[in-house]
């Protein structure tokens, strides 16, 4: 299984980005995929997931600008980023929890990760 991220760039604030994750390889069921970000010196933290079913959640600092969508045939996750913030300057990680094809549990899997960085 592996994760391709893309999207990331250099924006100014109160710009927007649209990040991608798609997953690829043996998947046999996704659970849910989402997004965390990692700022310099700083642990990494979740911004937003979504299951299957399309039940989603955000960090605080997420909720009203951000939104996570997802294309369950593409396997597919998006995040819509809206008015974004210096403090939205960080590394984006997708990860996915999937059951891939030669097991019967779901396993977490990560991309490579995509900087976004929003000047003042």
């Known amino acids: 299984v592996q994760l391709q991220a893309s999207g990331g760039g250099l924006v100014q604030a109160g710009g927007s980005l649209r990040l991608s994750c798609a997953a690829s390889g043996g998947i046999s069921s996704i659970v849910h995929m989402g997004w965390y970000r990692q700022a310099p010196g700083t642990e990494r933290e979740l911004v937003a997931d979504?299951?299957?079913?399309?039940?989603?959640n955000y960090a605080d600092s997420a909720k009203g600008r951000f939104t996570i969508s997802s294309d369950n045939a593409k396997n597919t996750v998006y995040l819509q980023m809206n008015s974004l913030k210096p403090d939205d300057t960080g590394v984006y990680y997708c990860?996915?929890?999937?059951?891939?094809?030669?097991?019967?549990?779901?396993?977490?899997?990560w991309g490579q990760g995509t900087q976004v960085t929003v000047s003042s």
């Open positions: 990860y996915a929890a999937i059951i891939s094809s030669a097991e019967h549990f779901p396993r977490t899997y």
């Open positions: 979504i299951t299957r079913g399309g039940v989603t």
